[in-house]
């Protein structure tokens, strides 16, 4: 690959985004009769860690840092800050104490993390936040590098477990979901339909609209579309993007699309996701097509 073609990377971007939560709902394990929610563990403390850790631990999920020191004092101060549910251990323990382990690292380094660093990872919820190495085209615009996902390469690194892509919006969305009016839409994709619910109350419960994305095979198509991002900014706009997809009740009304080309193999057994408070508009109220 030629030199000028310069790799880049949206994990610290996105992944810092995972968590935009205003007034934090009251935690499930303080409801009446509520199960216990997963732990999660995140792998990394920086940026992307110090922000997502302490909103989930809001909504009640048991945290724990999983750090190369995780005496450091910075994360000491970081579990601090997190509360009751905080704590820290080193990589390999977080994640073997969690159900959910969100890979808060640089795109670069997730090969050696999940291959090497976190142990054994069968049957775990693994989530990606990072989009695909990116490089200039011959136009000057953004494109992927050819080949497969993060997520996908994930899932090859670790095949028993349940990866799930999550692509999020910009991090200063974190303290105001709203800040634009509506929740931003976070497009979710897995092959495992229990690890792809976990993730969207997850979502859903720090105020974002969690949307099923499909399969994992599907995450190169969210990196596309992650694209569209840097069109504005690189053209020198004073102007950024956010996701919010519409719902709508009319192709479903006139456009018989599992007619014409099939059910996916998911059909009978597809992900139910929290409902995002939209109610479809009748057939007969389009008045036809």
Avoid at 23 to 29: C, E, H, I, S, V
Avoid at 35 to 60: D, E, M, R, Y
Avoid at 187 to 211: C, Q, S, Y
Avoid at 280 to 285: E, L
Wanted: hydrophobic share 45%; glycine share 10%; charged share 20%.
């Amino acid at each position: 690959m030629r030199r000028d073609m310069r790799r880049f990377s949206w994990t610290a971007l996105a992944a810092a985004s995972f968590l935009a939560a205003g007034a934090a709902p009251l935690p499930a394990q303080e409801r009446a009769g509520a199960q216990p929610l997963p732990t999660v563990a995140i792998i990394g403390t920086g940026t992307v860690g110090s922000a997502l850790g302490p909103q989930l631990a809001k909504l009640g999920h048991p945290v724990i840092y999983g750090s190369r020191e995780p005496g450091r004092e910075a994360v000491r101060t970081l579990v601090a800050r997190t509360g009751p549910r905080g704590s820290a251990a080193t990589q390999q323990d977080a994640a073997a104490r969690a159900d959910v382990i969100v890979l808060a690292v640089p795109a670069a380094a997730l090969e050696e993390l999940v291959t090497k660093g976190l142990g054994r990872t069968d049957g775990k919820v693994l989530v990606d936040v990072s989009t695909g190495a990116m490089r200039k085209a011959a136009d000057g615009y953004m494109e992927l590098v050819p080949g497969p996902s993060n997520s996908e390469r994930v899932q090859a690194w670790a095949p028993r477990a349940r990866v799930v892509k999550v692509a999020i919006p910009g991090a200063y969305v974190i303290p105001q979901p709203m800040v634009h009016g509506v929740a931003p839409t976070v497009p979710i994709a897995a092959n495992d339909r229990a690890a792809k619910e976990t993730v969207a109350r997850m979502i859903a419960g720090i105020g974002l609209d969690p949307f099923d994305a499909g399969p994992l095979r599907f995450s190169r198509s969210i990196d596309e579309f992650a694209l569209l991002f840097f069109v504005p900014l690189q053209q020198g706009r004073a102007e950024g993007i956010e996701m919010k997809f519409l719902r709508s009740s009319y192709f479903p009304c006139f456009w018989p699309v599992r007619k014409q080309f099939g059910a996916p193999s998911d059909s009978a057994d597809h992900a139910t996701f929290p409902a995002t408070g939209t109610t479809p508009r009748p057939c007969a109220a389009w008045g036809g097509r």
